[in-house]
């Protein structure tokens, strides 16, 4: 049988082993700070391509294609055609997936 004294070792080493541990997620008493960056955020589409609307008269007057893995513009343009063509062209042989939202002049699209 302990004594008091090796119980109260015991205890302590408890505490100090518990205390070495990250607070887990369900006894936070308000979130963690979330910090987001610029290319920080990827998409599950290759390519995503969008418009930007820089006087406010509802017309994209540049569009880009940003890379779903590295969060990258790596295309940017007037002609939503040419930036869609570019996106289709840079895709592996294994093809891929390209997200848009828009799509404002006739698309004659050609595929690898």
């Known amino acids: ?3 008091w004294q090796d119980k ?9 082993l518990a205390s070495r541990h990250e607070t887990p997620p369900w ?4 979130p963690p700070s979330v910090t987001i960056e610029e290319g920080s955020i ?8 969008f418009g930007v609307d820089k006087d406010g008269d509802c017309v994209n007057e540049e569009i880009y294609t ?3 893995l590295t969060g990258e513009i790596e295309f940017s343009g007037t002609k939503t055609s040419t930036i869609i ?6 895709l592996p042989n294994k ?5 848009t939202n828009i799509i404002d002049e006739l ?6």
Not at 27 to 30: D, T, V
């Open 66 to 68: 940003k890379n779903g």
């Open 85 to 90: 063509q570019n996106a289709i062209n840079n």
């Open 27 to 30: 006894l936070w008493h308000s």
């Open 107 to 112: 698309l004659l699209i050609s595929l690898k």
């Open 8 to 16: 109260l070792k015991q205890i302590n080493e408890i505490i100090d």
């Open 95 to 99: 093809g891929g997936r390209i997200f």
């Open 42 to 49: 990827v998409e599950p589409a290759l390519y995503i391509i």
């Open 1 to 3: 049988m302990l004594s």
